[in-house]
């Protein structure tokens, strides 16, 4: 019912740059927010970033400064600019969307995910 497509990971230098995106669709309700988490081998999920719908934003204290989140509500898209990139940015990069389907609940959705990996 709900779909989330990242894009735009891929091998970059340390320092490089790169932009995520994902796009969600299908029966949604209204969002609540939408974000990215990331995962590094052996270890859990975290957080790297979220906007509500109110504009708020939240990032975790690595990536502050270097990583800036952005939504499209239109589209109901979220982007993630990356900057200044470090080795230990390495994860698998997962687009969050917490959305309602309807008036009842809210859930959280997932996307596949999308690789960034950086290394000189």
């Known amino acids: 019912q709900v779909q989330l497509v990242e894009s735009g990971g891929g091998l970059v230098q340390p320092g490089g740059s790169l932009r995520l995106s994902c796009a969600a669709s299908?029966?949604?309700?209204?969002?609540?927010?939408m974000g990215w988490y990331r995962q590094a081998p052996g270890k859990q999920r975290e957080l790297v970033a979220d906007?509500?719908?109110?504009?708020?934003?939240n990032y975790a204290d690595s990536v502050k400064g270097r990583f800036t989140i952005s939504r499209d509500n239109a589209k109901n898209t979220v982007h993630l600019q990356m900057n200044d990139l470090k080795t230990e940015d390495t994860a698998v990069y997962y687009c969050?969307?917490?959305?309602?389907?309807?008036?009842?609940?809210?859930?959280?959705?997932w996307g596949q995910g999308t690789q960034v990996t950086v290394s000189s």
């Open positions: 906007k509500n719908s109110g504009g708020g934003t």
């Open positions: 969050n969307a917490r959305l309602y389907t309807n008036t009842r609940s809210w859930d959280d959705y």
């Open positions: 299908g029966s949604i309700f209204t969002i609540i927010s």
